[in-house]
């Protein structure tokens, strides 16, 4: 568009049609507000943000000020474990009992998976503090006395058996070198009855 200076009018370069001065310069103008309003509207956002930014910088200053600094999530559950630790035990017993074999099958697979962990858990535990299993085992053996003679004799005789199954062996001259095959003493049973023939 280009204006005429003895004409009050704008003619298009394309279509070669003629439009009022008035009529253009309104348009222009009305193109230029468009444009301003974006450019403010952007400007009062970015002004908005940094202003929203600093009251919130106050605000944490403040509270830092007055209430120290704000704990950690770790810290809040530790102080919250600490102060309500009856009422979550107690939730907890009710929901082991409410799902009680859910809770023994989520137990045995834990179990079963880590098996060898548990294990040398326990194992360290008792490495560490060996009087608790001390005592366990004394209470076990206090406790199943018959079952702990019918061990010892069992080991005794076994002892016994060994010791004799080598006198056996050392005065029928048997070596572990020799290549004869030699009947060897299987049970205890059978070197005391071969004894008293």
């Not at 079952?147 to 050392?170: D, G, H, N, P, V």
């Amino acid at each position: 568009m280009y204006c005429f200076s003895y004409k009050p009018k704008y003619k298009c370069a394309l279509c070669s049609k003629f439009y009022p001065k008035k009529e253009i310069e309104v348009k222009e103008f009305q193109e230029f507000n468009k444009r301003r309003r974006i450019e403010d509207a952007k400007s009062f956002e970015k002004e908005y943000k940094e202003h929203l930014a600093r009251i919130k910088e106050i605000k944490k200053s403040l509270k830092l000020l007055f209430n120290g600094f704000s704990k950690t999530p770790k810290e809040y559950r530790k102080v919250y474990y600490e102060k309500n630790q009856e009422k979550i035990n107690q939730l907890n017993k009710e929901w082991r009992l409410r799902n009680r074999e859910y809770d023994l099958n989520r137990k045995q697979e834990y179990k079963k998976k880590n098996r060898e962990l548990l294990n040398a858990k326990a194992r360290l535990k008792r490495q560490n503090n060996p009087k608790p299993e001390k005592t366990r085992q004394n209470r076990y053996r206090k406790e199943n006395r018959v079952i702990m003679r019918t061990y010892k004799m069992i080991q005794r005789y076994r002892t016994k058996q060994k010791a004799l199954a080598l006198r056996y062996l050392e005065n029928e001259d048997f070596k572990p070198s020799n290549e004869d095959v030699f009947h060897s003493v299987p049970t205890l049973h059978f070197l005391i009855y071969w004894q008293k023939e």
